[in-house]
């Protein structure tokens, strides 16, 4: 590959953000009741650097991504340096979302999944509280690409919460587990049907939530 100036050896890792790694991995391999080696965390200082690994121009409000057990992020200085506005704080749950996908990836298959699925168990996992979707956006998850593309991250967090207070972990995690194939909407109301002995529609709006997470 031409025009490639940055060699894995040469990303650093940061010792505090490592700790941060070893406390998130023991409460993740807790939830999804798997045991995960410590992913390998590569800091970027640049966007150019940050593009580069990822293999195209990015657009600016992409700055972490993982998969095969790495976690790619840009470091707290070029985070600024981009005017985005992420405390420490912000900073750890960024992480925290990064080393989630890797499980999630790992009991499931990303491609067999929606989008609003697997982000919005990242967030949920992550604690990144989003804003309370609209009926509409509620609502859009039983049509097919009817998601505003700016809205994945608020619907998932929102149903990934309503799902798992409503009916618990373990039959997400089986949701999860299930899917198979490139994601259709018709594949997925089939595999919820299946876990959850219920249809997957605008009824569930009505269910009660509880605290469950059996």
Same mark, same amino acid.
């Given at each position: 590959? @031409?025009?490639?100036?940055?060699?894995?050896?040469?990303?650093?890792?940061?010792?505090?953000? =490592?700790?941060?790694?070893?406390? +998130?991995?023991? *409460?993740?391999?807790?939830?999804?009741?798997?045991?995960?080696?410590?992913? &390998?965390?590569?800091?970027?200082?640049?966007?150019?650097?940050?593009?580069? #690994?990822?293999?195209?121009?990015?657009?600016? !409000?992409?700055?972490?991504?993982?998969?095969? /057990? +790495?976690?790619?992020? =840009? *470091?707290?200085?070029?985070?600024?340096?981009?005017? =985005?506005?992420?405390?420490?704080?912000? $900073?750890? @749950?960024?992480?925290?979302?990064?080393?989630?996908?890797? %499980?999630?990836?790992?009991? /499931?298959?990303?491609?067999?999944?929606?989008? !609003?699925?697997?982000?919005? &168990?990242?967030?949920?996992?992550?604690?990144?509280? @989003?804003? +309370?979707?609209?009926?509409?956006?509620? *609502?859009?998850? #039983?049509?097919?690409?009817?998601?505003?593309? @700016?809205?994945? $991250?608020?619907?998932?967090?929102?149903?990934?919460?309503?799902?798992?207070?409503?009916?618990?972990?373990?039959? #997400?995690?089986?949701?999860?587990?299930?899917?198979? /194939?490139? $994601?259709?909407?018709?594949? #997925?109301?089939?595999?919820?049907?299946?876990? %959850?002995?219920?249809? !997957?529609?605008?009824?569930?709006?009505?269910?009660?939530?509880?605290?469950?997470?059996?």
């Amino acid at each position: 590959m @031409k025009n490639i100036s940055l060699t894995v050896a040469q990303a650093r890792t940061d010792e505090p953000l =490592l700790r941060v790694l070893r406390t +998130v991995k023991n *409460e993740l391999d807790h939830f999804f009741k798997i045991k995960l080696d410590l992913p &390998l965390l590569v800091l970027l200082s640049s966007r150019r650097q940050f593009n580069t #690994f990822w293999g195209r121009q990015t657009e600016d !409000w992409m700055i972490a991504w993982a998969r095969n /057990g +790495v976690i790619y992020a =840009l *470091e707290p200085k070029a985070i600024r340096r981009h005017r =985005l506005h992420y405390s420490i704080a912000d $900073y750890h @749950k960024l992480l925290r979302h990064e080393h989630a996908h890797l %499980y999630i990836n790992t009991i /499931g298959r990303a491609e067999a999944m929606p989008k !609003w699925l697997k982000e919005g &168990l990242a967030c949920w996992i992550a604690g990144q509280k @989003k804003r +309370v979707p609209d009926q509409a956006g509620l *609502e859009s998850v #039983f049509q097919p690409d009817k998601i505003n593309p @700016k809205d994945t $991250y608020a619907v998932g967090y929102a149903w990934v919460k309503r799902l798992l207070h409503s009916f618990g972990k373990n039959k #997400f995690l089986a949701l999860v587990q299930q899917l198979e /194939g490139q $994601y259709s909407l018709a594949r #997925f109301r089939k595999v919820f049907r299946t876990v %959850y002995g219920l249809p !997957w529609s605008r009824q569930l709006l009505n269910r009660k939530q509880s605290s469950s997470n059996r």
